[in-house]
């Protein structure tokens, strides 16, 4: 049995670093993250809203800090997530665990402090380990209306757009072969921790993990527009690729599936789909839905997306542990669903991310978009 499968009696990470768990280049701090954004969609492609509400499954641990800004501590305007809310209508988008690894150089002591920053244009980041100083403020550049960017000096936390930039600030972070995490039994929590990296710790905080996480909600769109029906799910190009400076972006790889009740799974790979300025809500693609010969084990399925992973760069645990991470949610629960692999330009747009020190960063989001 492995460790993520039975409770922890003492949640003590050893994470004694191997050579070939990072590529062999000269002192060079490597780090990984990878996350997932999540949707829903309608069958007319119309983006569901509320996602603030969640399943009592993907609520955290209690030890995970949380945020809420003063001007959303009101009724009706939470951004937590929990059940028992009935979720913002501006909330469209998951920002879901992103967790990030480090990986110093081989066989040396690695012993300067790191300041880590996450911003989220458009949304708010409002979960997070271990302690860090949240933020939310206004991006003026992007006020719709121009002539209230010398005005409007604070967010009231009534509208949530693309003008609200949440943030996230680790200081002084240090890395350690052995921390003392936190207690848990919570195997989602759990499944990031099985990956030869080093672990993080925070002297201001006193606290410690394998990994950075943090997750937040947003008012953005998927990064394709879905119409459904009984013989097929059609993807189209977004109608807003405004954030885009290059002519196109391309999505490296698209998936549909689909699981049963009884835990059956139907895949296909549809490959790289490439997106166009110009063609906003052009037809990509047309995908075939599921008869039942084409259902399986999950084997295959959670084998593409494997192989994918690691050809955007994670190291193999480090794909295992986030398909592990999402393995109820990708896997397990039944209804048709959407995988994308979210293209850089996108995520260094909406989640730009720092490090006061020199890195090799490499970030790898999947996008899943559930299709009601």
């Known amino acids: 049995m492995s460790a993520i499968d039975r409770p922890l009696v003492r949640a003590v990470l050893v994470s004694t670093f191997i050579a070939f768990a990072a590529p062999a280049i000269a002192a060079e701090l490597v780090i990984h993250e990878w996350g997932t954004i999540t949707t829903i969609h309608e069958a007319d492609g119309k983006p569901a809203v509320g996602l603030n509400r969640i399943d009592e499954s993907d609520v955290l641990p209690a030890f995970v800090h949380r945020y809420e800004p003063e001007t959303t501590k009101k009724p009706g305007l939470a951004l937590g997530k929990s059940p028992h809310v009935p979720g913002r209508p501006d909330v469209t988008l998951r920002l879901e665990t992103p967790v990030i690894y480090f990986h110093p150089p081989p066989n040396k002591t690695y012993d300067a402090p790191i300041d880590v920053k996450v911003r989220f244009r458009g949304g708010v980041l409002n979960e997070y380990f271990p302690d860090a100083e949240p933020s939310v403020a206004l991006d003026t550049a992007r006020l719709q209306d121009k002539r209230d960017a010398g005005v409007i000096k604070s967010w009231d936390g009534v509208v949530l757009d693309n003008y609200v930039v949440g943030s996230l600030e680790w200081k002084g972070l240090r890395l350690h072969d052995t921390v ?76 549909l599936a689909e699981v049963r009740a009884n835990g059956s799974i139907a895949f296909r790979e549809h ?72 293209p850089r330009e996108w995520t260094d747009y909406f989640l730009p991310l720092e490090f006061s020190v020199p890195a090799r960063v490499n970030r790898v989001i999947v996008g899943r978009i559930d299709l009601s």
């Open 180 to 255: 003392v995490a936190p207690l848990t039994n919570d195997k989602i929590w759990l499944a990031p921790r099985a990956v030869n990296s080093v672990s993080v710790f925070s002297p201001s905080a006193g606290e410690g993990e394998q990994f950075i996480f943090y997750r937040g909600v947003a008012h953005l769109d998927a990064l394709l527009q879905t119409r459904t029906s009984r013989g097929k799910v059609v993807l189209h190009t977004p109608a807003n690729l405004a954030w885009l400076d290059a002519p196109t972006v391309t999505l490296p790889n698209v998936w």
């Open 271 to 342: 490959g790289a789909l490439t997106l166009r300025k110009d063609a906003a809500g052009k037809e990509l693609a047309s995908l075939k839905r599921f008869s039942a010969g084409d259902f399986h084990d999950v084997t295959q399925l959670r084998g593409s997306l494997k192989k994918a992973l690691i050809a955007q760069g994670l190291f193999a645990d480090e794909a295992e542990a986030m398909l592990n991470t999402w393995k109820a949610s990708y896997f397990e629960k039944p209804g048709l669903r959407v995988f994308y692999l979210v």
